[in-house]
């Protein structure tokens, strides 16, 4: 049996963190064959940004991609990355709409739910691992790691011991901006392992040059299972690299087991992906692969610090960028220290930019501050500067209790709102996740449907006519 497992990020995070989520699903479906026979733990495939990706960008139904995957992935699990609450849009949903997009998400083909939350407010994970449960998927509970006054290892392991009562089957430490060093992440893993009865993942990146590390010294301490992505995709903003692992562990009592002449073939295949990514502007590899210890210093993912920089370029401010940088931990303080992800990342970011450029800290707020301040994405986890709260918010009362408690059921009302465009169940969870983007999507697919309509009709024609 192999003695750590290795959960591959190639076809979900690997092109998410390093390409913008553009890799088409004509592109990944000659490799699942392949990818089929390696005998990974799971393939990370869907959620994310890649169900927005698909409609906004590629013109394609997610839906449909998680079904073709399902079927050319018969021997292999499937897994996808779920916020909580807000499943894959922005915002808190009602727990109809919850329950019934992870229904269907098990249905067409999710194996493993990694549901995390910005805030680790378990509070907003509750309903829809109940329902991963319910509908026979595995739940994968993760805690979102970052470094505070507030975030020690203390903190971790209570909320390890806390998922686990939540009836989670794995727990993930998932460490977005790479801020996990290798002897605190065999510390953090030797604790958990000794607090919980669960398995545990890790999943890191490589911003600051300390991915590989991190998961050799992780495996070291009993960690169970590893993210990685293939080589064309990985280091940098991405996972470690997955055949450098597997060669490291090779002969060891951590041996995965995994065929490195199977990799190679497939890491040529997807070379050939990441060539035409980089050529259709989507990839830029000498940004995404970069190391950045500016991470560590100011604790910004690369996905925060790309929007920070198109902000100030927008503003025609790039002299103030070192400011902006210097001003999100003091922002991020105020605010109770929220871990930097989607959304914290983009509205500490946000409110960071604002204050330097009016030149005055918290002139301007925008709402997603305001609604941060308020309770409405959960529970702060450090003490909030109440005098920045109340130039922000006024007299606005905060709330407490879990958002979703506030929210009336939507699934009836979100099927009417799209009624003219509906042909599957699933479309309707496709316009509650972007209800501005979807019509256009859907537009486009009637279109395209009317093409193949017409085709085929004109086909016919013209055989009775001969």
């Not at 983009?346 to 450029?357: E, F, R, S």
């Amino acid at each position: 049996m192999a003695k750590v497992r290795i959960t591959d990020t190639i076809l979900r995070d690997g092109h998410q963190s390093q390409a913008a989520t553009r890799m088409k699903t004509s592109e990944m479906l000659p490799a699942c064959e392949k990818l089929d026979k390696v005998g990974y733990f799971s393939l990370e495939c869907w959620g994310g940004a890649t169900y927005d990706s698909c409609i906004r960008f590629l013109n394609e139904d997610p839906w449909e991609r998680l079904r073709q995957l399902r079927k050319a992935l018969p021997n292999t699990k499937t897994q996808m990355l779920l916020r909580g609450q807000n499943l894959l849009g922005y915002r808190p949903y009602s727990d109809d709409v919850v329950d019934y997009f992870v229904k269907k998400a098990v249905e067409n083909g999710i194996d493993i739910i990694r549901c995390f939350d910005a805030l680790n407010d378990l509070r907003n994970m509750k309903k829809a691992v109940e329902a991963t449960k319910k509908y026979g998927g595995t739940a994968e509970i993760a805690l979102s790691y970052t470094k505070s006054p507030v975030h020690s290892e203390d903190y971790f392991v209570k909320l390890a011991e806390e998922i686990q009562a939540m009836g989670a089957d794995l727990i993930c430490i998932k460490d977005m901006a790479n801020l996990l060093l290798p002897y605190d992440a065999y510390s953090l893993v030797k604790r958990l392992k000794a607090a919980t009865d669960l398995p545990i993942v890790l999943h890191t990146h490589n911003t600051t040059g300390t991915g590989a590390m991190v998961l050799l010294k992780a495996a070291e301490a009993g960690c169970d299972v590893l993210d990685t992505c293939l080589s064309p995709l990985a280091g940098g903003t991405s996972q470690p690299a997955t055949e450098s692992m597997v060669a490291t562990f090779r002969g060891t009592e951590y041996d995965t087991g995994l065929d490195l002449g199977l990799l190679a073939e497939l890491a040529n295949y997807f070379r050939g992906v990441a060539d035409r990514l980089t050529k259709d502007g989507f990839r830029d590899p000498g940004r995404v692969l970069s190391v950045d210890v500016k991470t560590l210093q100011y604790q910004v993912p690369g996905g925060m610090l790309s929007n920070l920089i198109g902000q100030l370029k927008a503003a025609n401010a790039m002299d103030k960028y070192y400011d902006v940088l210097a001003e999100v931990p003091r922002v991020r303080a105020d605010f109770g220290y929220p871990p930097l992800v989607t959304p914290t990342s983009q509205i500490v970011g946000t409110q960071a930019v604002m204050n330097v450029l009016t030149g005055e800290r918290y002139k301007m707020v925008p709402t997603e501050s305001k609604d941060l301040l308020s309770g409405h994405y959960g529970k702060l986890p450090g003490k909030v500067n109440e005098e920045i709260r109340k130039k922000c918010i006024g007299d606005t009362k905060v709330i407490t209790c879990r958002f979703a408690d506030t929210l009336p059921p939507e699934l009836d009302k979100l099927r009417d709102e799209m009624r003219q465009w509906y042909q599957t169940e699933e479309d309707v969870l496709t316009y509650a996740m972007f209800p501005k983007v979807a019509p256009k999507f859907f537009e486009y697919r009637a279109a395209q449907q009317l093409k193949v309509d017409v085709s085929s009709f004109d086909e016919k024609d013209r055989t009775m006519a001969v």
